[in-house]
T-cell receptor, first 113, second 115 residues
Framework: DQQVKQNSPSLSVQEGRISILNCDYT??????FLWYKKYPAEGPTFLIS?????DKNEDGRFTVFLNKSAKHLSLHIVPSQPGDSAVYFC????????????FGPGTSLSVIP | DVKVTQSSRYLVKRTGEKVFLECVQD?????MFWYRQDPGLGLRLIYF???????EKGDIPEGYSVSREKKERFSLILESASTNQTSMYLC??????????????FGEGSRLTVL
């Protein structure tokens, strides 16, 4: 049973508009959440993270929102650029289990020029 | 520049062969991980290690074993490869307490095909 879910396998957005990628989790022990970006034939790279003590974290065009009661987080990219086209993985970890990081299945984002 | 290096980008093996996937990191990280990536399933954790000679099972350890004899090197072993182990294998490393930075550093991946 997947502990981290990304229910949209793919998403297409027009350049300049907002991209919203969603993620849900089931394990209430998770207290740290991360987003990774992956281009084809490359390893994933870290994008942004958020601790469970916060509900928002912003870094340039990227903002992550966390709703603990709903066990839901989302990544907003504004404005979207063609170079943002990639697979985005949501991930989570629990401070009780070393640094084990669990990933979701990913959402493939296409930003159309 | 920090680096995680996986020994082979592409491998083709036959069913029943023993397969070694090697990973080396040059960042003096305590933690090392092996994931496999499959379409629709994302990255699934096979094994991880938080110190030399220490290992913990991930979510899908069956059919795999690991070795960490030195801090910088983490090996994934398929004792008897099967076709359902055809996948992209990704190695990663992180500092202990990496949650503060959130950063796993990944290698470029090893695509294994088992015939």
């Amino acid at each position: 049973d997947q502990q981290v879910k990304q229910n949209s396998p793919s998403l297409s957005v027009q350049e300049g508009r907002i991209s919203i990628l969603n993620c849900d989790y089931t394990n209430s022990m998770f207290d740290y959440f991360l987003w990774y970006k992956k281009y084809p034939a490359e390893g994933p790279t870290f994008l942004i993270s958020i601790s469970s003590i916060k509900d928002k974290n912003e870094d340039g065009r990227f903002t992550v929102f966390l709703n603990k009661s709903a066990k839901h987080l989302s990544l907003h990219i504004v404005p979207s650029q063609p170079g943002d086209s990639a697979v985005y993985f949501c991930a989570a970890s629990a401070s009780t289990s070393y640094d084990k990081v669990i990933f979701g299945p990913g959402t493939s984002l296409s930003v159309i020029p | 520049d920090v680096k995680v290096t996986q020994s082979s980008r592409y491998l083709v093996k036959r069913t029943g062969e023993k397969v070694f996937l090697e990973c080396v990191q040059d960042m003096d990280h305590e933690n090392m991980f092996w994931y496999r990536q499959d379409p629709g399933l994302g990255l699934r954790l096979i094994y991880f290690s938080y110190d030399v000679k220490m290992k913990e099972k991930g979510d899908i350890p069956e059919g795999y074993s690991v070795s960490r004899e030195k801090k910088e090197r983490f090996s994934l072993i398929l004792e008897s490869a099967s076709t359902n182990q055809t996948s992209m294998y990704l190695c990663a490393s992180s500092l202990t307490g990496a949650r503060g930075t959130g950063e796993l550093f990944f290698g470029e991946g090893s695509r294994l095909t088992v015939l």
